[in-house]
């Protein structure tokens, strides 16, 4: 069974990891990749940081919006990122292990969605969430 998607969690302190992640897949990698990291409301800039990673195109998740292959995109600050068969939604729903958004959320939307053709990665973790 071919793998659609990647799902990555990773605990606030995890900048270096997600980095050191990113830059070893190749160009043509034809999977989503989907990263849930644990971070404040006011957080704008990591799209921007993760870019000088990898060539691969990245940005936030919108609810609705489809997940594309080869493209890496970041679950928003203070939302849970859901995933349906192909396409992301959004939650505000209470936080779960203090964090929104939530891996635990996210890893469990992705399995329900694509099952054994999701990949779930946890890179660094810093509370139970993950």
Do not use: W
């Amino acid at each position: 069974m071919p793998r659609e998607i990647v799902m990555v969690g990773v605990s606030a302190g995890g900048l270096d990891a997600v980095c050191t992640l990113l830059r070893g897949i190749p160009e043509d990698f034809r999977m989503a990749i989907v990263v849930v990291q644990h971070r404040s409301k006011d957080s704008d800039a990591l799209c921007e940081v993760l870019q000088d990673c990898t060539p691969l195109p990245i940005q936030e998740a919108t609810d609705k919006a489809s997940a594309e292959p080869g493209n890496v995109y970041l679950a928003p600050p203070d939302y849970h990122t859901l995933l349906e068969p192909g396409y992301f939604s959004l939650s505000t729903d209470a936080p779960e292990m203090y964090s929104r958004p939530s891996i635990d959320v996210a890893f469990e939307g992705a399995a329900d969605a694509y099952g054994a053709r999701a990949v779930r990665v946890v890179l660094t973790r810093a509370n139970p969430d993950g």
